[in-house]
């Protein structure tokens, strides 16, 4: 028996003026039909994920490839992460500069299979193994990021289910503003900013370290259960990281059934969610 699938992609928990919230929600919309084709034609929730999170890392609106945040050094070092539910299989990147889209490089390190993450220019060596063509670091760098000086933390992610049952998530950034040199956070890192497995999908989004700390990712799929569903199981972790640590965050959380959350305790947390047959029924919030 047929699925009928699911995509949901977010654009990352933080602040957004008003003049912008059209923007960035078109942003994850245009990302979210894009994966939506994938799924549409029958391909897997894999390939949707990856292809959602390359167009969101191609938009300069957000913080992930083309647009990341700058380091305290005025560079750009992303982190990006994706799985596949099924088989448990993962692949991460952290700090790297020289690929344009890492959650591409995420992937064939995942469809490699000898390791799940791999970091700083080490991870740009094996992309070039791959053959993924190396790009200047400063073609990430935005106008609107170089003119930036504040805390940021806006990921971006997606989570998607497939007509045969397959759930998966990726998730990319490109961290928070002025952070150190070779500071890794939660979206290269399985189970904090990642997660999939038979249970459901989880990407999420805000201040890294204490995503790290808790654990976010697998936190609110052990959440679920027959009295919880996603909304429910979403709102507890996030209950939980916020007293524990008092971090503003987000998730997108969807189960084998299709049922899903969208949840944040930031001010915003732009997404777009696309489900049933043919083109899909579309919604979208901040």
């Keep these: 028996m047929q699925t009928a699938p699911v995509l949901i992609v977010h654009g990352g928990a933080g602040r957004h003026p008003e003049a912008e919230h059209e923007d960035v929600l078109a942003g994850c919309e245009a990302a979210a039909r894009r994966g939506w084709m994938v799924l549409r034609d029958g391909g897997s929730a894999l390939d949707a994920v990856q292809v959602a999170v390359m167009v969101l890392e191609d938009d300069p609106r957000f913080n992930a ?27 991460a990147v952290g700090a790297v500069s020289t690929v344009r889209n890492p959650v591409q490089l995420a992937r064939l390190i995942l ?35 170089r003119a930036r000086w504040q805390d940021a933390h806006e990921t ?10 397959r759930l998966a998530a990726a998730t990319s950034t490109g961290g928070v503003f002025g952070k150190p ?13 990642t997660y ?18 808790a654990g976010l990712a697998l936190r609110a799929l052990s959440c679920l259960s027959p009295a ?3 909304r429910q199981a979403a709102d507890q972790a996030l209950r939980w990281l916020a007293r524990h640590t008092g971090a503003e965050a987000g998730l997108i959380l969807l189960d084998p059934r299709g049922e899903s959350a ?20 579309v919604s979208r919030g901040l």
């Design 65 to 91: 490839g083309t647009g990341s945040v700058l380091n305290a050094r005025g560079r750009v070092e992303m982190d990006a992460s994706i799985m596949e539910g099924s088989g448990l299989a993962a692949g």
């Design 111 to 145: 469809d490699q299979g000898e390791t799940v993450l791999r970091v700083g220019p080490a991870a740009e060596d094996f992309a070039r193994e791959q053959g993924l063509e190396a790009v200047d670091p400063d073609s990430h760098v935005t106008d609107r990021q």
């Design 156 to 165: 971006v992610g997606c989570v998607a289910l497939d007509e045969l049952g």
């Design 181 to 193: 040199p070779g500071r890794v956070g939660d979206s290269a890192l399985i189970g904090c900013g």
């Design 196 to 213: 999939a497995d038979e249970r459901g999908a989880v990407s999420c989004t805000g201040r890294g370290e204490a995503i790290m700390r």
């Design 228 to 230: 919880a569903g996603p």
């Design 262 to 281: 969208v949840v944040h305790n930031a001010p915003h947390m732009a997404f777009c969610r696309i489900d049933g047959r043919g083109d899909g029924r």
